[in-house]
């Protein structure tokens, strides 16, 4: 079984700029969360969605944005990139209520310029 | 805010030796997760104690869970070179319509030196 795929795995910005990272889970896993790592702030969440819905967000400002399609892949977008945004994004999936762990991928790791 | 807090923050160590990591948390659980993360890498999922669970074992690693005082352990016996990386604890947090998401801790970093 294919594990969690994130695209791009590195990108550079600049300020201002947007970008759309993108999270395939594993098959058949229909919950799909994304969360940032900073040196500073370490692990914070960010979404979650689940069959097209978000569930949950976190404390964010509006800049961050998610979706989700029907085949479960998501897409987060940041917009107005600020310096303060560059971190490591990692997309998790979870197979299903009864199942505590979540699944992650490599992670995309975002330098805003 | 960080549900855990993990101590110590870095440990080195020699391989062969055991490593233990400390994680305390502060609201009520229904399990508690440890992740490793080598540098710069995804999270991978280590080990669930439930807590109704004190102890559980996975290969190396022993977990030890006491819910009275909110704290868990982590244990990795006989450590490799291989076991450097960056260790999280976890805590599930779910709502009411469903949503699932985990707090982690800011992690111990350990080094294992051949």
């Known amino acids: 079984k294919a594990g969690v795929t994130q695209t791009p795995r590195y990108l550079i910005k600049t300020r201002g700029q947007q970008v759309t990272l993108s999270c395939s889970p594993i098959?058949?896993?229909?919950?799909v969360s994304w969360y940032q790592q900073t040196p500073g702030q370490g692990l914070q969440f960010l979404f979650e969605y689940f069959s097209e819905t978000q569930r949950n967000k976190g404390n964010f400002p509006g800049r961050f944005s998610g979706r989700q399609f029907s085949n479960s892949r998501s897409e987060m977008n940041v917009s107005t990139l600020e310096l303060g945004d560059s971190a490591l994004y990692l997309c998790?999936?979870?197979?299903?209520?009864?199942?505590?762990?979540?699944?992650f991928g490599e992670g995309s790791r975002l330098t805003v310029l | 805010s960080q549900q855990g807090e993990e101590d110590p923050q870095a440990l080195s160590i020699q391989e062969g030796e055991n490593a233990t990591m400390n994680c305390s948390y502060k609201?009520?659980?229904?399990?508690l997760q440890w992740y490793r993360q080598n540098s710069g890498r995804g999270l991978v999922h280590l080990i669930l104690?439930?807590?109704?669970?004190r102890e559980k074992h996975s290969g190396r690693l022993r977990v030890t869970l006491d819910t009275s005082k909110k704290s868990s352990s982590l244990l990795i016996t006989a450590s490799r070179a291989a076991d450097t990386a960056s260790y999280f604890c976890a805590t599930p947090r779910e709502s009411g319509a469903g949503s699932y998401q985990l707090t982690f801790g800011k992690g111990t970093k350990l080094s294992v030196i051949p």
């Open positions: 098959s058949g896993h229909r919950s």
């Open positions: 609201t009520s659980i229904n399990n």
């Open positions: 104690i439930r807590s109704n669970e």
């Open positions: 998790a999936s979870r197979g299903g209520a009864n199942t505590g762990e979540l699944f």
